[in-house]
């Protein structure tokens, strides 16, 4: 997620832009940029690196002018570059965009068939051309960009200036946040409320699918079939650092609620219902080079490990290929063994991480093929591996991954249709129904984000707890271990995951009535019963018999297990495969409010740090 700043006023507003820009500083940027339409026309000025850089070239070229855009890149298509920094811009237009175009692959060829010339690796520069396009054919800058948002699929938030209208900024959002300020003859658009909190208060949050048009004297609203909207501005009280959050005390709450959002971004574009089939661009594996693998190896680290081992299964449940996973940290001590034609997966939030770096090398130097998975562009891993398969998540700045995971989940099933594909072990026909059941996922996490109260009460009930156990079964196995993990990190209580089949033979002697046992109890709609579900009762009345107290996470409409545990945290159904990425959202909740309600510091709690480059 990159951030966006505008403006269009009476006054030269480079300097607004900066500071706008510097507010959105704390959530990480590779590249920045801004461009202001002005008595010279539309000048553009981009930079890679930290902020300052922009702004020293900014105090050397001083642009002028009363409406202008800027912006903070993520890279999400094409490395953090100045060619790849935002605003692109194209015959007099110029543009900024949070979020991806999916077809930005077909347009761009469209468009140099056309005699169009790129000058980026960005999906973004396209606005900039279809919009010049409309404007050189005579349409306003609103009528204009309307056309272009007609020829792209995907999510935006996206602010248009042109030289040919030096009083008008257009902006769209769709699936990614965009909010307009009201001012005194003077108006501001920006993905995020503290890039203008200085100069207003008085906001309007955009909805889906809306276009909106600033001028000096005011701002128009249209909805997505084009009707102009009146919505009354609210007036915002958050403190700056609340505004950071986005309202929400932390960035760890704010980030478990990103999910649908984020995993949109990581399947769309990619996931082909009417194919039955994922296109990965960065990867390049053909049927040939798939076949012929003889095994994957996943490497990784902490949450991502846990990620790993839910792959495991994906690619060898689809893509019949062995797996083995190992702890990044382990892969180099134990002289692996790497046959030839190894698929070394790294999977990796940061890139950065020292252990997986090193593990992916090892492989790499004894033969197997890399691929990464991973959440930011142009890291160590991204570097060296031979494919990357990037997760879209947008920056993560709690300690604790949460959307980071959920999205690696997401990312390994891609994968592992796209390795079932290219071997021929998965129909067409198969391969849809595992992506149309992907495809609801966004929509299945924010119902368990609705249902927050429950991890709310059961966090409450249970924060004083000394040691906590998670169980689970088959895929849940991981997210229990990955339950424990949140909770551990950022609660300080001690947890402990197991795959609840484990649970005889060890950790049973612990459960008395001060250990609250989390079980995930959640069944497959498809098997009716015939699953792991029955055995997870079984584990649930051991755990009563013994005093335990249990905490369920259960589906909606739950009956069996919601009778035998003292708190149900409910989620609603849906095909095993994709459990564990709606199943994990109570866990992170609840962990998170258990911290919060010992006043732990949850986003960066002690020891601990977000990128591991150390081994
Ligand atoms: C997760 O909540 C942790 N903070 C940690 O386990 C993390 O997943 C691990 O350090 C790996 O990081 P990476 O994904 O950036 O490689």
Redesign the pocket.
């Known amino acids: 997620m990159c951030g966006i700043v505008g403006y269009v006023g009476g006054e030269d507003c480079a300097s607004f832009l900066i500071a706008g820009l510097k507010r959105l500083e704390y959530r990480g940027y590779d590249s920045a940029g801004v461009a202001l339409v002005g008595p010279q026309g539309l000048g553009v000025l981009r930079s890679r690196g930290k902020l300052v850089n922009l702004e020293t070239l900014v105090v050397k070229e001083r642009p002028q002018g009363a409406l202008g855009i800027g912006h903070t890149r993520w890279a999400t298509h094409g490395r953090p570059s100045d060619e790849n920094a935002h605003p692109h811009s194209y015959g007099g237009v110029a543009v900024v965009h949070n979020g991806i175009i999916e077809n930005h692959l077909e347009l761009k060829a469209r468009l140099r068939d056309a005699g169009h010339a790129f000058t980026s690796e960005t999906d973004t520069e396209i606005f900039a051309h279809l919009i010049a396009d409309e404007v050189a054919k005579g349409l306003d800058l609103l009528a204009a960009t309307k056309a272009a948002l007609r020829e792209v699929r995907g999510t935006y938030a996206l602010a248009v200036v042109s030289a040919a209208d030096p009083e008008t900024l257009v902006a769209a959002k769709n699936a990614s946040p965009l909010v307009v300020g009201y001012g005194q003859g003077e108006n501001y658009l920006a993905s995020d409320v503290p890039a203008i909190l200085e100069r207003t208060r008085d906001v309007v949050f955009l909805e889906e699918g809306e276009v909106v048009r600033l001028r000096r004297s005011g701002i128009e609203i249209f909805d997505a079939r084009g009707q102009a909207v009146t919505r009354k501005p609210r007036r915002i009280d958050w403190t700056p650092v609340m505004a950071e959050k986005g309202g929400h005390k932390h960035f760890m709450h704010k980030e478990i609620h990103e999910q649908a959002r984020a995993l949109v971004d990581t399947i769309r574009g990619r996931a082909s219902l009417e194919k039955g089939d994922v296109t990965l661009d960065g990867v390049s594996l053909d049927a040939e080079a798939a076949k012929a693998l003889t095994r994957a190896t996943i490497v990784?680290?902490?949450?991502?490990y846990h990620a790993g081992v839910v792959g495991k299964q994906y690619i060898e449940t689809l893509a019949k290929l062995p797996v083995e996973i190992d702890l990044a940290s382990e892969f180099r001590y134990r002289d692996p063994l790497v046959l030839p034609n190894t698929l070394c997966v790294a999977?990796?939030?940061?890139?950065?991480?020292a252990d997986?770096l090193a593990a992916m090398r090892e492989a790499k130097g004894k033969g197997a093929r890399t691929l990464a998975v991973c959440n930011v562009v142009g890291s160590a891993i991204t570097r060296e591996a031979d494919d990357v398969l990037y997760t879209h998540a947008g920056p993560e700045i709690g300690?604790?991954?949460t959307k980071?995971f959920t999205t690696q989940l997401a990312a390994m099933l891609l994968l592992a249709v796209k390795l079932g594909r290219l071997r021929g072990t998965l129909t067409s026909e198969a391969a849809r129904e595992v992506l149309q059941a992907l495809n609801a996922v966004p929509g299945l996490v924010d119902q368990a984000l609705e249902r927050e109260g429950a991890a709310l009460e059961a966090a409450r009930a249970y924060s004083s707890a000394k040691d906590v156990l998670f169980l689970g079964r088959g895929l849940q196995a991981p997210v229990a271990l990955e339950g424990a993990?949140?909770l551990k990190?950022i609660s300080y209580i001690h947890a402990e995951g197991y795959a609840a089949g484990e649970m005889k033979h060890g950790p049973i002697a612990l459960i008395d009535e001060d250990v609250p046992v989390v079980v995930i109890a959640t069944r497959d709609p498809k098997q009716g019963g015939q699953d792991t579900y029955e055995k997870m009762l079984g584990n649930m009345e051991e755990v009563r018999a013994r005093g335990g107290r249990i905490i369920a996470v259960v589906n909606d409409g739950d009956t069996h297990a919601s009778a035998i545990a003292d708190k149900v945290l409910p989620v609603p159904a849906c095909s095993a495969l994709v459990a564990p990425i709606v199943n994990v959202i109570p866990l992170q909740l609840f962990s998170y409010h258990v911290a919060d309600h010992r006043g732990t510091d949850v986003d960066q709690p002690r020891n601990?740090a977000?990128?591991?480059t150390v081994e």
């Open positions: 990784a680290c902490g949450t991502s999977i990796s939030q940061s890139g950065e991480t997986t300690v604790a991954s980071a993990l949140k990190e601990l977000k990128s591991v």
